[in-house]
């Protein structure tokens, strides 16, 4: 028996080392795998983009580096933009853009944000209702409207004048006097597009917690109180989109004036847009309308940056 071998001894091999398990075969990893298909579907938009956006731009800008006389078009460098400078023209457009962007904008942003807080309301009954009646006017189409406005604000034959005529009150020259043809187009810029921001100030208004306004009522703070400090900040961020949106349509404001008045009476609602398209399709100086355009971008471009330092999320 003690010649025997022990169960437990483990078997050797002559003259080695003992057997261990296979060594694991490295795997050479390999990164993702770039397949076209994804390409191939935004070939198509990046194509559109490019012809229709990118060329038409860059094309304007060689446009606006040239000056157009009898017809034909010779290099002019940057005469067209020292032209800007001086024009008195332009200087009443941008006049009369920033009267409307100073005093229009701001009552058609406050309107919208009080009709959002009503539309909010639980006491309010047909919600969807209304607020559908107060976002349609946005649909309608720009010329459309424009035309409506015109024939409601016609001096002799206008309903809005008819109506004033049964009160007692005289004609009002809406579209032939210079102050009120401002007034006439910013009544109508008012009806088009509050219902619109306070659709978007809605949707943020929503969101807004409910605890807020619960620690403010423990906190004694009356309704007033919960606008100013609960309602307004939250608000900042819709608020933020709405005024660049808003200066952003006013600057390149053209459909309601040139309807409304075609930029008169005496110059009083000529705006950028419309000076811009008398010079491209009417004295048909396409280089100095596309400096003019790119003066415009640049203008659009510094207020957008303004607003989002004043109006921006504070760090």
């Known amino acids: 028996m003690s010649g025997a071998p022990s169960p437990a001894a483990p078997a050797r091999l002559t003259g080695g080392a003992p ?6 075969r490295r795997q050479h990893r390999r990164g993702p795998r770039r397949r076209p298909a994804p390409y191939l579907f935004v070939l198509p938009a990046l194509l559109l983009f490019a012809v229709f956006k990118l060329y038409p731009i860059g094309s304007s800008f060689v446009l606006s580096l040239h000056r157009t006389t009898g ?5 002019a460098g940057a005469d067209n933009y020292v032209r800007l400078l001086h024009d008195p023209l332009l200087r009443t457009a941008l006049a009369n853009t920033a009267a409307i962007l100073a005093v229009q ?3 058609m942003l406050a309107l919208a944000t009080g009709l959002a807080v009503a539309l909010d309301s639980r006491l309010l009954r047909a ?3 209304l607020r559908l009646a107060f976002f349609l ?4 189409g720009l010329v459309a409207y424009g035309i409506v406005f015109s024939v409601l604000l016609n001096k002799e034959h206008g309903l809005v004048n008819w109506l004033l005529s049964g009160v007692g009150a005289g004609p009002v020259p809406w579209l032939t006097d210079p102050l009120w043809a401002k007034v006439s187009l910013g009544l109508a810029l008012t009806w ?3 219902g619109y921001n306070a659709v978007i100030l809605l949707a943020r208004l929503q969101s807004i917690p409910a605890e807020l306004y619960d620690a403010a009522a423990v906190d004694g703070a009356g309704a007033w109180r919960a606008f100013r400090h609960v309602t307004l900040p939250g608000l900042r961020p819709a608020l933020l989109l709405t005024a660049v949106l808003s ?6 404001l053209f459909d309601e004036p040139y309807v409304l008045t075609g930029g008169g009476p005496d110059n009083a609602t000529l705006t950028i847009g419309v000076y811009l398209y008398q010079n491209a399709f009417k004295f048909f100086d396409f280089g100095y309308a596309s400096a003019i355009a790119y003066a415009l971008a640049v203008l659009v471009a ?3 940056l303004v607003q989002f330092r004043v109006l921006g999320e504070k760090e």
Do not use: D, E, N
């Open 105 to 107: 904008v701001p009552l």
């Open 192 to 194: 088009h597009y509050t």
């Open 127 to 129: 919600r969807s209702l």
């Open 71 to 75: 017809g034909t078009q010779s290099f």
């Open 19 to 24: 057997a261990g398990p296979p060594a694991p």
């Open 302 to 304: 510094v207020l957008g």
């Open 137 to 140: 006017p946005v649909v309608t």
């Open 247 to 252: 200066t952003i349509g006013t600057l390149q």
